[in-house]
Structures are given as C-alpha cells and as structure tokens.
C-alpha cells in the first residue's frame, strides 16, 4: 500500500504540479503588459498558426504509468495530426498517436491509433496496430478461470508475443452514414508456459497456430462534432468479420462488433456525459487470443486484461467529461473525467456474472480537441492506472 502511495504521489507530481505551473503561465501572460512573452506562449502561438493553415502539428510526450498487466511502465510518444487537404476549412484534422513504452515486468510495447479524414470528410481510412512482447498471465476461459484461479508463476504466467495491424475504410454514401470494408492480421504466441496453463486445452489447440487474418465488412452512423474527442453527436457500427485460411490465417472463425455511443452536451462546450454500450460476439474455433476480453485501455480501465475472456462480451459505460474554463470565459486546457461501467463475458448471449468498474481521470489538452490522458481504475480486486493519448471512447 505505501508502495501504490508513493507512485500516485509521483505521478501527481509528474502530470498534476507541471500543470499547474502551465496554467499560472497561461494566467500570468494574459495579465503581462510587457512585449515579451515565454516560450511556451510562443509555442502555442506558433501551434494555433499551423492549425489555422492545416499544417501538422506534433506533440512529444513522456510519463510513467502502471496497469494490471504490465506493472509499472514508461511509455512515450507523440501526437501527430494534421489536415489531408490543408485548404478545405470543413475537414477535421486528422490524428496518429504512437506510443513506446518498456515496464518494469521486462515488457516492450508499441501502439497507433491512427484516424484519417479524406475527401472533404467523405472517406475515412483508421487504423489500429499494436505490438508487445511482454511476460503474461493466461487465466483460461470463462468468467470462473478469471475469478478463481490464482494468479501465480505457476499457475497463469507465460511469456506472450503478440501484434495486430487493422486497417479500416469507411465511405460516406450520404450525411452521417457510412459503409466499408477492414482487414484484420494478427498473431499470438506463448512460450515459457507454466504447467496449468501449458495444459489448458485452448493454449494446447491454438498456441501452434498463431496467425489470424481475416475480413469484414461494416456499417456506421457517426454525427458526432469531432471524432477523436466528442461533445455532442452519436456513433453507431456494425462489423461482421470472417478469418480463416484464404488469406494465410490459421484458424476458421467469425466476429460480430457492435458499438453505440451518445454524447451529450451538459452544459458548457467541453463538459459532456458520453455514454457507451458494445458487444463482441465471436463463433467457431476462436483460438485463446482472440476470444472477446475485458480490461482493455478503452473499455473496463483497471482489470488486467486478458484476465476475463469468452467468446461473447458485453459492457456498458457512463463518463462525464469536464473542461474547466478560465475567468475570462474561455476554455482551458485542463480538464477532469469520472466514469462507472460494468461488463460481462459467456460463451453465448447468457451474460451473469458482472464486473463492476468505475475510475476517475486528468486530461491535458495537448492540441485542439486532442489531450493526453490519465486514468485510475477500480475494479473487482484490481486497479490500474493507464497513459494514453485521446479519449477511451
């Protein structure tokens, strides 16, 4: 316990106290009659700039963090966003964060959450690709493997290599509906099992068949204002996807996604209720990694992930999103999250047993509409805290 005060104590420090400072600099400059402004002034001056011409705009970052699955860990990055067509003033920006990070359990990880906006907002092509090589635990599969088996060296640790490239494409057939098409590779392997897990039959079936790549094919309703961070609007999608051999894969199986989410303005711009239901339902020799999960850094923040998996999930999330706003009126750039959640795994549609989730979070807008987030989670005898950039949802 003195352990977990000391980091949340540093990571005040690291995040919260440099902020402030920040903040008293933004607050002083506007008081300061002379001609001389800081360098940070100037900085955002020269950012503001480039956003108003639709230049790119990068924005370095570097921080400590800790979650279940990873323990303690330094992760940076950047920010990269810019306009791909820098002339036509209606279309939003678009976004590629990366993150590199190392943890002190020996893991190495790389993400990219990349969203990009085309012809005048009518064809979007994201992209998720993540990397880690990283000690793990497997629990099994089910909701009582992840209750009840102790977590321990030799009952749930293995080493896990895993990595996901998945690019979309969405086209805008008329305003706010969208129709496409993604493809899905991806690769899980363990090795240095420990014995409950080197004899779990889904390991035994699936760890020598690693690579999966399918196709899908989706649907979206997407009125929200801005994508990447959302004050108002709705977001409705439903992908079906198919793996199997045609493309290289090694395992036949299927995968439904549906996401919805509202946001609603409360009352300032900024200060927002978003509200979150989805479901991913999977069928057919679903190997041990690609089973439905909980915990992730946009869903259930504060279970380890990993530790609840089936083949169908369900989970539903209330966050309140609120920007505070300077004595002159005007928006700052700091800001403060709450959420609570609640999800569920099974084998079919019978969810029962339920995980409570619920957290609390800082966000530092870094550039227009984009922040970097901190978030602590608590859930059912877990809790973690994640670094990430933009929204969870």
Same mark, same amino acid.
């Given at each position: !316990?003195?352990? *977990? !005060?000391?980091? %949340? %104590?540093?990571?005040?420090? +690291?995040? %919260?106290?440099?902020?402030? @400072?920040?903040?008293?600099? #933004?607050?002083?400059?506007?008081?300061? $009659?002379? *001609?001389h402004l800081s360098w940070f002034k100037k900085w955002q001056q020269n950012n503001k700039k480039k956003e108003q011409e639709g230049k790119m705009l990068i924005t370095p970052v570097i921080g400590p963090g800790y979650t279940p699955e990873l323990g303690f860990s330094i992760a940076g990055g950047a920010l990269f966003s810019f306009k791909t067509k820098p002339e036509e003033q209606g279309l939003q920006r678009s976004?590629?964060? +990366? $993150?590199?990070?190392?943890?002190?359990?020996?893991?190495?990880?790389?993400?990219?959450? !990349?969203?990009t906006y085309w012809l005048n907002n009518?064809?979007? +092509?994201?992209?998720? %690709?993540?990397?880690?090589?990283?000690?793990?635990n497997y629990f099994g599969i089910g909701y009582d493997a992840g209750r009840y088996v102790p977590k321990s060296d030799t009952t749930t640790a293995y080493d896990r290599m895993w990595f996901q490239v998945n690019p979309q494409v969405f086209w805008q057939f008329r305003p706010g509906f969208f129709a496409g098409g993604a493809l899905d590779l991806n690769y899980t392997h363990g090795k240095d099992p420990s014995y409950v897990v080197a004899n779990d039959p889904n390991y035994l079936m699936y760890n020598d068949r690693p690579f999966n790549a399918g196709l899908g094919i989706h649907a979206m309703i997407d009125t929200r204002d801005v994508a990447v961070n959302a004050w108002k609007g709705w977001y409705l999608l439903a992908q079906v996807m198919v793996y199997g051999h045609y493309l290289g894969g090694e395992n036949n199986y299927q995968v439904i996604n549906l996401d919805a989410r509202h946001y609603i303005q409360v009352f300032k711009p900024?200060?927002?209720?978003?509200? *979150?239901?989805?479901?991913?339902?999977? &069928?057919?020799q679903v190997p041990y990694g690609e089973m439905s999960q909980l915990g992730t850094p946009f869903d259930?923040?504060?279970?380890?992930?990993? *530790?609840?998996?089936?083949?169908? !999930?369900?989970?539903? @999330?209330? #966050?309140?999103?609120?920007?505070?706003?300077?004595?002159?009126? &005007?928006?700052?750039?700091?800001? +403060?999250i709450g959420w609570v959640a609640g999800g569920s795994i099974a084998p079919d549609l019978e969810f029962k047993d339920w995980l409570p989730n619920f957290g609390i979070g800082y966000r530092l807008e870094v550039q227009p509409r984009m922040a970097v987030r901190l978030d602590f989670g608590l859930g059912k005898d877990s809790k973690g805290f994640y670094f990430n950039f933009n929204e969870a949802f």
């Amino acid at each position: !316990m003195k352990k *977990q !005060m000391r980091f %949340i %104590i540093f990571l005040l420090l +690291v995040f %919260i106290f440099p902020a402030s @400072i920040v903040y008293a600099q #933004e607050t002083a400059s506007q008081q300061d $009659t002379t *001609q001389h402004l800081s360098w940070f002034k100037k900085w955002q001056q020269n950012n503001k700039k480039k956003e108003q011409e639709g230049k790119m705009l990068i924005t370095p970052v570097i921080g400590p963090g800790y979650t279940p699955e990873l323990g303690f860990s330094i992760a940076g990055g950047a920010l990269f966003s810019f306009k791909t067509k820098p002339e036509e003033q209606g279309l939003q920006r678009s976004s590629a964060p +990366v $993150t590199i990070g190392f943890s002190s359990s020996g893991a190495f990880f790389v993400s990219s959450k !990349m969203t990009t906006y085309w012809l005048n907002n009518n064809l979007r +092509v994201n992209a998720d %690709i993540w990397f880690k090589n990283m000690p793990d635990n497997y629990f099994g599969i089910g909701y009582d493997a992840g209750r009840y088996v102790p977590k321990s060296d030799t009952t749930t640790a293995y080493d896990r290599m895993w990595f996901q490239v998945n690019p979309q494409v969405f086209w805008q057939f008329r305003p706010g509906f969208f129709a496409g098409g993604a493809l899905d590779l991806n690769y899980t392997h363990g090795k240095d099992p420990s014995y409950v897990v080197a004899n779990d039959p889904n390991y035994l079936m699936y760890n020598d068949r690693p690579f999966n790549a399918g196709l899908g094919i989706h649907a979206m309703i997407d009125t929200r204002d801005v994508a990447v961070n959302a004050w108002k609007g709705w977001y409705l999608l439903a992908q079906v996807m198919v793996y199997g051999h045609y493309l290289g894969g090694e395992n036949n199986y299927q995968v439904i996604n549906l996401d919805a989410r509202h946001y609603i303005q409360v009352f300032k711009p900024g200060q927002t209720l978003a509200l *979150q239901v989805r479901g991913r339902f999977a &069928t057919d020799q679903v190997p041990y990694g690609e089973m439905s999960q909980l915990g992730t850094p946009f869903d259930l923040r504060g279970y380890l992930w990993g *530790q609840y998996r089936d083949k169908s !999930m369900l989970f539903g @999330i209330a #966050e309140y999103r609120h920007s505070f706003y300077k004595s002159d009126g &005007t928006r700052s750039r700091h800001g +403060v999250i709450g959420w609570v959640a609640g999800g569920s795994i099974a084998p079919d549609l019978e969810f029962k047993d339920w995980l409570p989730n619920f957290g609390i979070g800082y966000r530092l807008e870094v550039q227009p509409r984009m922040a970097v987030r901190l978030d602590f989670g608590l859930g059912k005898d877990s809790k973690g805290f994640y670094f990430n950039f933009n929204e969870a949802f």
